[in-house]
C-alpha cells in the first residue's frame, strides 16, 4: 500500500507539524499533542473540547476555532488520546465558565475522556461530558459497546460550538449538544478498507465486488458485507436504515462524508440520490454539507448524517464558524 | 519476589508483547481496527524506558508505574484497562519491599477486581478478563494446595493462555469487537492474547530466577 508518509511511527506528529504550518489560528503543542485556538481561551466563554484517534481528518483539528471547538486532542491513528492531553487541553480551554468534552461513544475514548474530567474536577474546573452515538449501525442492546459516535459530532461541535460563542452557560451548551446527537442517525458503507501506516496492510479484504455495509470509521468491519450495488441504491440501504430506526421527516440537516479516498464527484452524485429519496419521504434538505469531514483515512465510502433540526439548530447552525474546515458567516 | 523481580517481570513483558505484536495486531484487525500489537509494544516500550529512569524500590512502586506509564502512553481502551489492572496491583502490594507468592496472588485479584470496575465486563463476553480471571483462580487453588511458585505460576499462565483460546468461540458483548456482534465468533480477542502473554512472562521470570 503506497502512501505518502516518512516513516509509519512519525505518521502523527509529521502531519501535526504541517498542521502547525498551515494555520496560524491555531496552537499546535506536537509533543503533548494538543491543538488549541492561537488566541487562547476567550474568558467567560464555555470551552469545548473535543478528540479522538487520528486519522479522521479534518475531524477534529480541522474544527477548532471561532465557532466551534477551543481544542482537539489526537491520538495515534485510530487510537483515544490519553487522559493527559484531555486535561492539558481542558486546562488551556479553561475560561472560566466550565468546559464541554465531546466524547464519541468507543470503549477507549469513553474511558480516556472519563479519567480526564476527574483530574480535572480534581483541579477545580467545571466538566460536563456529552456523548456522540448516532450510528445506527450497531444495534443498540445490552449485548454491544453501544452505538459508535460518528457523523453527528461534525454537527454538535458546530452547533454546540455556536452557542458557547453566544456566552451561553455551560449547562445550555451540553443540553444542546445532548440534542443535537438525539436528532442525528448515521450510517456508512464502504467500498474499500483502509490501511494504517504502522499495520502495513489493509485492515480487511473487501473482494473487487463487494462492499461493507453499516461500518464505522476505524477501517473495522460492519453490519454486513454485500456485493456492489449503483449509487441509488446503496443511498437507499444507509436512508433505509437511518428512516427505520428514527424516521425522516421535516427540516433536515443532511452531511454526504467521504471516508477518506472517495471522490467528490462521487459524493455529489450520491447527494442526488439522498436528496431524492428524501424528497420521496415528504422531507427537505435545508441545509447540508457534502464533502470529506470524519474520514477513516484512505477508505473508499461514504456516510449519512442527518439530524432534524429546528428553527434554534438551524440559528445556531448558521452562525459564524472561522476554523480549517469550516468557514462561513464571517 | 522483590522490586527488581516486578522489574524483570514488566521488561520481559514488554520483550514478548514486542515480538508478538504483529500477531497482536492481527487478531486486532479481524475484529477490531488493528492496533492493539501497535499501542501495547508503544506502551510496554514506554514502560521499560520509565522502570530505567525512575525510582521504584518496591514491587508495589513497580508495578504502580508501569500502570500509570500504560495510562499515558497507550491510549485505547487498553491503556485505561491495562493500567488500571497494574496501578491496582501495585495498591494492593503496598510498601512491602519482598511480595510472597500470597501477596502477588492477592494482587492479581485487584487487577482483575480494577479492571472489570472500569470495563464492567464480566467472564464469557470476550476480553482480557477471559484471560485473567481463570488465571487468578488456577493461582489461588494452586496456592491453596501448597504449590511452589514456579508451579502456581506455571498454573496461572497456563490458565491464561487457555482462557485466551476459549474467547475464539465466544461471541464480544464489549468494545469494538461487539459491533461485529456474531462475526466476532471464530476470532481470538486480542486483549486476551495480550494478557496471556503478560502472565506468560511472569512465570518466565520466576521459571529463570528459581534456586
Not at chain 1, 40 to 55: A, D, E, H, Q, R
Not at chain 2, 86 to 112: H, T
Not at chain 2, 188 to 202: K, N, Q, V
Request: a negative charge; glycine letters at 12%; proline letters at 5%.
Amino acid at each position: 500500500m503506497k502512501k505518502l508518509i516518512n516513516a509509519p511511527d512519525t505518521v502523527v506528529t509529521d502531519a501535526l507539524a504541517g498542521v502547525a504550518a498551515a494555520h496560524p489560528s491555531l496552537a499546535v503543542d506536537i509533543e503533548n499533542k494538543v491543538i488549541t485556538r492561537a488566541g487562547g481561551p476567550t474568558p467567560g466563554k464555555v470551552g469545548l473540547v473535543s478528540g479522538g484517534g487520528s486519522g479522521h481528518e479534518p475531524l477534529h483539528g480541522g474544527f477548532v476555532g471561532l465557532g466551534m471547538l477551543d481544542a482537539a486532542c489526537p491520538g495515534e491513528v485510530f487510537t483515544s488520546p490519553v487522559p493527559d492531553q484531555m486535561l492539558a487541553a481542558t486546562k488551556a480551554v479553561d475560561g472560566g465558565a466550565g468546559v464541554l468534552h465531546i466524547v464519541k461513544n468507543y470503549t477507549g475514548d469513553v474511558l480516556n475522556f472519563q479519567m480526564a474530567a476527574e483530574l480535572a474536577a480534581d483541579e477545580g474546573i467545571d466538566v460536563t461530558s456529552v456523548v456522540v452515538n448516532d450510528d445506527v449501525a450497531v444495534q443498540d442492546s445490552l449485548y454491544t459497546a453501544g452505538r459508535r459516535g460518528v457523523g453527528a459530532t461534525v454537527f454538535v461541535e458546530k452547533i454546540a460550538g455556536a452557542l458557547a460563542e453566544r456566552g451561553a452557560p455551560l449547562a445550555d451548551v451540553a443540553a444542546v449538544a445532548t440534542e443535537v446527537n438525539e436528532r442525528s442517525r448515521s450510517f456508512g458503507v464502504a467500498l474499500t478498507s483502509c490501511t494504517i501506516p504502522a499495520a502495513g496492510k489493509p485492515t480487511f479484504e473487501l473482494g473487487d465486488n463487494e462492499i461493507e455495509l453499516g461500518i464505522g470509521i476505524h477501517g473495522e468491519p460492519g453490519r454486513r458485507r454485500a456485493p456492489l450495488a449503483p449509487a441509488a441504491e446503496l443511498a437507499a440501504a444507509a436512508l433505509d436504515a437511518i428512516h427505520a430506526d428514527q424516521p425522516l421527516t421535516g427540516d433536515l440537516l443532511v452531511m454526504v462524508n467521504g471516508m477518506g479516498g472517495t471522490p467528490l464527484i462521487e459524493l455529489y452524485l450520491l447527494y442526488n440520490e439522498v436528496h431524492k429519496y428524501l424528497a420521496g419521504k415528504g422531507a427537505r434538505i435545508t441545509r447540508n454539507l457534502v464533502g470529506n469531514y470524519i474520514t477513516s483515512l484512505e477508505m473508499q465510502g461514504f456516510s449519512v448524517t442527518v439530524c432534524r433540526m429546528t428553527d434554534t439548530l438551524e440559528q445556531l447552525w448558521d452562525a459564524p464558524v472561522d476554523t480549517p474546515a469550516l468557514r462561513w458567516g464571517r | 519476589m522483590d522490586a527488581a523481580f516486578f522489574r524483570d517481570w514488566m521488561t520481559a513483558a514488554a520483550a514478548v508483547v514486542e515480538t508478538q505484536r504483529d500477531h497482536l495486531t492481527q487478531l486486532d484487525a479481524a475484529i477490531g481496527d488493528a492496533d492493539h500489537g501497535i499501542n501495547m509494544a508503544r506502551g510496554f516500550g514506554a514502560v521499560t524506558v520509565a522502570l530505567e529512569q525512575k525510582d521504584a524500590p518496591t514491587p508495589g512502586a513497580v508495578l504502580t508505574l508501569a500502570g500509570s506509564t500504560l495510562i499515558s502512553k497507550v491510549g485505547g481502551a487498553s491503556g485505561p484497562l491495562y493500567g488500571m489492572a497494574l496501578r491496582s496491583a501495585g495498591k494492593s502490594l503496598g510498601d512491602v519491599p519482598d511480595a510472597d507468592l500470597a501477596a502477588l496472588a492477592a494482587a492479581l485479584e485487584a487487577a482483575l477486581a480494577g479492571v472489570q470496575k472500569l470495563g464492567a465486563a464480566r467472564e464469557g463476553e470476550k476480553t482480557m478478563v477471559d484471560a485473567l480471571a481463570p488465571a487468578v483462580s488456577a493461582l489461588a487453588k494452586a496456592l491453596a494446595e501448597g504449590a511452589p511458585a514456579d508451579g502456581a505460576l506455571a498454573a496461572l499462565a497456563a490458565a491464561a493462555a487457555e482462557g485466551a483460546q476459549a474467547t475464539i468461540s465466544m461471541q464480544a458483548l464489549k468494545g469494538r469487537a461487539s459491533y461485529l456482534g456474531p462475526r466476532s465468533v471464530g476470532h481470538e480477542d486480542p486483549g486476551a492474547a495480550s494478557m496471556a502473554l503478560i502472565l506468560g512472562a511472569l512465570r518466565d521470570v520466576a521459571a529463570q530466577q528459581a534456586p
